[in-house]
């Protein structure tokens, strides 16, 4: 049967109360009526239906009045079982039509790799049962690979998370007694029911991502928008559906599928510096307003429900364990406990789902040094290390998710809401043996609502580095939902962070980023090197797409680039700077913010610059001028005996604003220009910061 289909008649049946289940008995019986007629009454009809057209769904608004004896859902199966026989036989009579997969027909071969979920649940709502997965209630995705002569489209699941995980903004894990009102980064995404999804397969050649509209919502190419908008994939559509040519690239492929009539956008509670989110959705939820005027500007556009597509190259032998060695641990489906007994080194988890609950985690036994999330695996927990092994690792397409956590869980108070930098959970987390060079692997997983940083190891942190690629972080919509640390030595490859705070952390030496793909909330720069003052050298960040970001605050440095202030010290505070330390040999570059952007760079000079340079930026657009967020600043800094910090060929090259080159020659670089670059006149006239 059709994903759009099924979708709905679980929703009316099985979702609801008595009198929704008894509704939804008439309607889903009426669409199993008209999908015989259609069946029996068009040969074509495989060729048109191939995973449920929208005219099909519309017609669950027929109403049948029978009589108050009947039980819907045997009436709607009876129909059903009716329907697909006649489906089978019209097959019969079309075998020259494309092959279609069925619902839950998956492929793994050495072209392509997907995978389902049986425990799917389509809710958007309210948290899911443990051991289900949330799945999408706005789209299906098939994948056909081009190495197939049938042009088959294989089913790939697609994953949906929500805001808060349907838990509510609650202290206690499972106790919605323990509702409150403090802040956890989340304004108004949970009640204008802000979705985001996800679809993710293994490819090793050009394939075609098949998309359908749950909703019945007919689509066309010219709706259809890809980000990053560089990429340049050839988009067709037929008979409702939108298909998606993606080449092969041994980096993989991360990237937005957004409909033009789904986008949602996030206003502003006023014009000046400190506002807030206002919606018109839900006159009970906070921030409602009765309509929107000149006085809520627009702060960013984003999909009400996005959708992700995450394509990986296939993982090197090295990167998935044997199963069968003495030396592996696999892991039942469910509930999980005894991690830190295991005398065992690697930590599998195969297909399936697994959770810890929400007061519990993976903390391993010093024995673990590799967890290994094989594709279709979902596991619900954080993962500690205790292992002074040369190398961790944390390998496979599996999911990690943080949604049975409550914000800001902390362990050592029952996992409840507690603020505490150091012991809050992280989704990874470990302790760095003392004078032995470790390394944290992570390759291909992906990390689903973290319910604070998403990552943080104590100990040794300078022999401390970390690889990471394929990663992906989707569901950050808590506040202090960081990126990796980026730890001496480190790189950081081909990932999508979907992230509420500090995204790219380069507070280390000799640390190389690229290919990044970004979409930010509403915290802190994307780019963060402040907090305190340090000495860094070697620091290369390069090609990095913000698809999307909202600042509704000029509060929280709302910039490309940032160095915050020293932490817990006001930023106007300027005597902090430690002039023993000096950021050199830095570059930040191939950097482009799509749609409503922040600011190019807020620097608080906590240390001396040398041979710093931000080069080959591009911000599509500034929100509105008076709220503060596109100033970019520079201040002059000095420690505390009033020396000033030094800055030493401090580059801005090729900076634009849309189709604009910000420049000093084009005399539209400061903060009344284009540019709204607000630097300190000292650092201009001396001529050690300079713009072409």
Excluded at 154 to 159: I, K, R
Excluded at 565 to 589: C, G, H, K, P
């Amino acid at each position: 049967m059709d994903l759009g289909v099924l979708a709905y008649i679980r929703r009316k049946l099985f979702d609801g109360g008595a009198a929704e289940k008894l509704k939804g008995g008439f309607n889903c019986f009426a669409i199993a009526l008209a999908w015989v007629f259609a069946a029996a009454c068009s040969s074509s009809f495989l060729q048109q239906h191939k995973s449920g057209p929208s005219f099909l769904l519309g017609l669950y608004t027929i109403r049948l009045h029978a009589g108050s004896c009947f039980d819907p859902a045997l009436y709607c199966l009876i129909a059903f079982v009716m329907a697909f026989s006649i489906k089978l036989a019209l097959a019969s009579l079309s075998l020259s039509l494309p092959l279609i997969a069925a619902v839950n027909n998956t492929v793994s071969n050495s072209n392509l790799q997907t995978w389902w979920h049986d425990s799917g649940e389509i809710n958007y709502q309210t948290a899911v049962q443990p051991g289900n997965v949330r799945q999408s209630h706005m789209y299906s995705v098939q994948v056909s690979s081009s190495s197939d002569s049938s042009d088959t489209y294989y089913d790939s699941f697609v994953y949906e998370t929500i805001p808060r995980n349907g838990n509510g903004n609650i202290l206690v894990p499972n106790d919605p007694s323990s509702t409150t009102d403090q802040d956890d980064g989340i304004t108004i995404e949970a009640d204008i029911e802000l979705t985001m999804a996800w679809s993710e397969f293994l490819y090793a050649s050009a394939v075609t991502v098949k998309i359908s509209r749950l909703d019945g919502t007919i689509s066309n190419t010219s709706d259809v928008v890809i980000r990053p908008s560089t990429l340049s994939y050839d988009i067709s559509d037929s008979d409702g559906d939108i298909y998606i040519n993606v080449p092969y690239s041994a980096q993989g492929s991360r990237f937005s599928v957004e409909f033009q009539d789904n986008l949602y956008s996030f206003h502003d509670s006023c014009t000046t510096p400190t506002c807030g989110y206002v919606q018109d959705s839900d006159p009970s939820g906070p921030n409602y307003t009765d309509g929107y005027t000149d006085n809520n500007p627009v702060m960013g556009i984003e999909p009400l429900d996005s959708l992700l597509i995450f394509a990986s190259p296939f993982p090197s032998e090295d990167l998935v364990p044997d199963s069968s060695a003495s030396s592996s641990l696999v892991v039942e489906p469910g509930l999980v406990t005894g991690l830190n007994e295991t005398q065992q080194s690697t930590v599998i988890f195969q297909a399936g789902v697994y959770w810890f609950t929400g007061t519990a985690h993976a903390n391993l036994s010093s024995s673990v040094n590799w967890v290994y999330f094989a594709p279709g695996s979902y596991v619900k927990g954080a993962v500690e290390f205790n292992t002074d092994a040369a190398e961790m690792k944390a390998t496979g397409y599996g999911v990690l998710s943080g949604e049975q956590y409550v914000y800001q869980a902390n362990p050592s108070s029952g996992y409840s809401n507690e603020q505490s930098n150091g012991n809050d959970l992280r989704m990874w987390s470990g302790v760095s043996a003392s004078g032995q060079q470790q390394t944290f692997l992570v390759n291909g997983v992906t990390i689903n609502a973290p319910p604070f940083n998403s990552m943080d190891f104590t100990g040794d942190l300078d022999s401390l580095s970390v690889q990471a690629w394929d990663y992906k972080q989707v569901g950050a919509f808590f506040g202090q939902t960081d990126g990796l640390e980026i730890y001496p030595g480190s790189f950081i490859r081909d990932v999508f962070y979907h992230s509420n705070d500090d995204t790219i952390k380069t507070y280390y030496s000799n640390v190389d980023v690229e290919r990044l793909v970004i979409w930010k909330a509403h915290t802190a720069p994307i780019i963060q090197f402040g907090w305190s003052s340090r000495s860094t050298s070697n620091i290369t960040v390069n090609e990095v797409d913000v698809i999307h970001s909202r600042w509704n605050s000029n509060g929280s440095h709302p910039s490309i680039i940032g160095s915050n202030q020293v932490y817990l010290i006001s930023e106007d505070t300027t005597d902090t700077a430690d002039l023993s330390n000096t950021i050199t040999d830095t570059t930040y570059s191939n950097i482009r913010g799509e749609g409503i952007s922040g600011n190019l760079f807020r620097i608080c000079p906590l240390a001396n610059f040398q041979n710093f340079n931000i080069e080959n930026v591009t911000i599509e657009s500034f929100p509105i001028a008076s709220s503060g967020i596109s100033d970019s600043e520079l201040v002059a800094f000095t420690d505390s005996s009033g020396q000033s910090v030094s800055l030493s060929n401090f580059v801005i090259s090729n900076f634009y604003v849309g189709d604009t080159k910000v420049s000093t020659a084009n005399g539209n670089w400061d903060s009344t220009s284009l540019g709204n670059l607000n630097i300190a006149s000292i650092f201009m006239s001396s001529g050690n910061v300079t713009i072409d």
